[in-house]
Every structure is written in structure tokens, then in C-alpha cells.
């Protein structure tokens, strides 16, 4: 028995020892984004992305937890405007997203995302909006840092299977709220 397990161990280390030079080798930077075309004005689009208010109105995470207990702080549509939620339903789990900067020229909202449940980690989330033929284009992405040894998870995390859906999905939303005759 305890042969047998002195054999196992010796074929596992080095395979071990591998992955973890891989993993050195694998950036940690990690990014998606995806863009819709909306048949209104830029500044029609605006309205339902300059705040995380407006924000919250097309989000398709709201789907997986109805009852999903959310607190917001700070002034609507100002750096520090804050929601913390929490959710017992684990692929909604418990975070914060803070809003960081809005720049209104250019069409831009920044946020940083703060996750504590299901697993910590936090994103940096943006909207952008520009004009595009008579309408206009969103697209909605996120940036994030993958720690050693985690990066080795790029190489089995298809992120277009793992978050597209959810982004088409919302940005799909975002497209009907804002083509909504006023």
C-alpha cells in the first residue's frame, strides 16, 4: 500500500511541477467585451448607461435571483454611487460594484466590481456608447487579473460559453429599453 503510494506521488509531482511553470507562463489579464447596434441616438442610449441605476434596469443577472437583496449608496450617476447584493443563489452570490467615473463627452461609464461570494475577485466593468450610421453602438466589456496559479484556467475557460450569453443578453435589453418609443 504504502509503495503503491509512494508511485503515485512521484508520478504526480513532476506532472504538478509542470502546470506550475505552465502557469508562470500564462498571462493574468483577462478581458471581454461585446457591442449591439441600437437604432436610436447616442444620447438615448445614454440615458439607460450613465448611472448603475440605469444600468440595473437591463442587467440579466436580476433573472437568476428575483428576490435578490440589493442596497444602494452614494449620489445617482456620481463617482461612489454604489449597489452591494446579495443572493443565496450561487451564481449570483454576494459583491459590490462602485461606480468609478462617468465621462459624459465621451460616453463612457466606468465601475469596479467587487466579488465576495461565490469566490473573491474583482473586475473593472465599462459601457461605451458612440454614434454609428444614424444610430448608435454600445458595448459593454470588463477587464480583470488572473493571480499564479489561477491563469491556468485560460486555457479551459471558453469566456464567450462562460459570460456571452449573459452579455448578449443584456445588451439585447439595453437595445429594446432604449428603441422603447418615448
Not at 67 to 88: F, L, P, Y
Amino acid at each position: 500500500m504504502m509503495r503503491t503510494l509512494k508511485r503515485i506521488i512521484l508520478l504526480l509531482a513532476p506532472l504538478l511541477i509542470i502546470l506550475l511553470v505552465w502557469a508562470a507562463f500564462i498571462p493574468g489579464d483577462c478581458q471581454y467585451e461585446r457591442s449591439i447596434s441600437i437604432n436610436v441616438p447616442v444620447e438615448r442610449v445614454w440615458q439607460n448607461t450613465n448611472t448603475l441605476k440605469a444600468m440595473d434596469q437591463w442587467s440579466p443577472w436580476n433573472d437568476l435571483d428575483p428576490a435578490m437583496k440589493k442596497e444602494w449608496t452614494g449620489t445617482t450617476g456620481q463617482h461612489g454611487e454604489k449597489v452591494c447584493w446579495d443572493s443565496n443563489n450561487k451564481q449570483v452570490g454576494k459583491g459590490c460594484q462602485e461606480l468609478e467615473k462617468v465621462d459624459e463627452a465621451g460616453k463612457r461609464i466606468d465601475t469596479a466590481i467587487r466579488f465576495l461570494t461565490p469566490y473573491e475577485s474583482e473586475a473593472n466593468a465599462y459601457v461605451i456608447v458612440v454614434p454609428e450610421g444614424n444610430g448608435s453602438k454600445a458595448t459593454w466589456g470588463f477587464t480583470s487579473q488572473i493571480p499564479y496559479p489561477f491563469t491556468l484556467m485560460k486555457l479551459f475557460v471558453n469566456m464567450e460559453k462562460a459570460i456571452g450569453t449573459d452579455y448578449q443578453k443584456g445588451l439585447s435589453r439595453l437595445k429594446v429599453l432604449s428603441e422603447k418609443p418615448q
